[in-house]
């Protein structure tokens, strides 16, 4: 059975990593295409954030629900509302509560909540270097408008 958590661990990793990557992606194609600050165009960098935070909660939706789905399929839960729950809480790192996946797949889901903490940090950093880029932007902004 640690061949097959070790597997099926990695298989996850790599693709909820290439799902995190990207929405990362998207969200920076997107900023770059308003491109804020450029020509008088200035967003509200209160909007930006919010709607990065927003594609942020929702790559990692996505993330959790991959997860929760694996459980369906191999079979740890019987159902998709007590496999979503079990998998929100493993992947935020809260921890698990009333639910437990049991022996057979213990590995998997320690991996998942070490995934979810690297994801989440990534996510925080992309959202810190952001708010930098973003006051930066409307510091120059301000000041060539007099301000």
Known sequence: MLAANLAIA????GLTTIV????????????????????GNFISPS?????VVLGLFAAHSVEIWIYAVLYIFLDVFEDFETALYFSTSTFTTVGFGEVVAGPKWRLLTAIESANGFILIGWSTAFLIGLTARLRAVEHRWMKG???
């Open 10 to 13: 990695t298989l996850m990793v």
């Open 20 to 39: 995190h990557l990207v929405f990362l992606t998207g969200l920076t194609w997107l900023m770059q295409r308003r491109k804020i600050g450029e020509n």
């Open 145 to 147: 408008h007099g301000e």
């Open 47 to 51: 909007l930006v954030i919010v709607l």
